[in-house]
């Protein structure tokens, strides 16, 4: 069975750190993209990184571009998201999802064959 599971969210305040984890099973890890999207109450859910597993590519929005990192430990299956500098507009439910693609610049959700539960940050201000 395909599945993913993100996790590692919380309530935080504005200024402070959190560190999301995306373990996948059921599939060929190496071969896939993995997606980290968000989202916040009355919006609609928007890429926030991605990484191609085969080579450590990577690709981050704008809005988080200099404080999130993403990263991939291929032994365990598992995709991180270190999250620094927390904004109050952080706060979103996150998910992560797979997909075929290369991350390539861009997150398109139309790309992405598998998802996850999502995890809640929640940024104080």
Known sequence: EVQLQASG?????AGGSLRLSCAASGFTFDDYTIGWFRQAPGKE???VSCISNSDN??????????RFTISGDNAKNTV??????????????????????????????YEYTYWGQGTQVTVSS
Do not use: I
């Open 9 to 13: 969210g919380g309530l935080v305040q």
């Open 45 to 47: 859910r928007e890429g």
């Open 57 to 66: 590519s990577t690709y981050y929005a704008d809005s988080v571009k200099g």
């Open 80 to 109: 991180y998201l270190q999250m620094n500098g927390l904004k109050f507009e952080d706060t979103a439910v996150y998910y992560c999802a797979a997909s075929r693609y290369y991350c390539s610049g861009y997150l398109p959700r």
